[in-house]
Nanobody, 112 residues
Framework: AQLVESGGGLVQAGGSLRLACSAS????????MEWHRQAPGQKREFVAS???????NYADFVNGRFTISRDNAKKMVYLQMSKLSPEDTAVFYC???????WGQGTQVTVSS
């Protein structure tokens, strides 16, 4: 499977961004999908996941600001982010649990 993220960019604090992950392969709909992020000098960390049945899970720091969703017909996963802060600056990665596939990442930079 191949994962390609998009939607990153520069945004002011308090702003919003919508990340998208396009997946190829035949097992997308059966797999849990996740978003992770890695800030400079930090370890990669879990952000959110969505199971094949639509059940979602979020890291504590999300605190209701992000929403993960998926469109199995289009093989897409989204991460709607709002109320962004400079602490959210990171490279965001899409991950397909089945097969342990990762995308190349998309940079999110939040200015103060």
């Amino acid at each position: 499977a191949q994962l390609v993220e998009s939607g990153g960019g520069l945004v002011q604090a308090g702003g919003s961004l919508r990340l998208a992950c396009s997946a190829s392969g035949t097992f997308f709909s059966a797999s849990a999908m996740e978003w992770h992020r890695q800030a400079p000098g930090q370890k990669r960390e879990f952000v959110a996941s969505i199971a094949n049945n639509g059940r979602t899970n979020y890291a504590d720091f999300v605190n209701g600001r992000f929403t993960i969703s998926r469109d199995n017909a289009k093989k897409m996963v989204y991460l709607q982010m709002s109320k962004l802060s400079p602490e959210d600056t990171a490279v965001f990665y899409c991950h397909q649990a089945w097969g342990n596939y990762w995308g190349q990442g998309t940079q999110v930079t939040v200015s103060s």
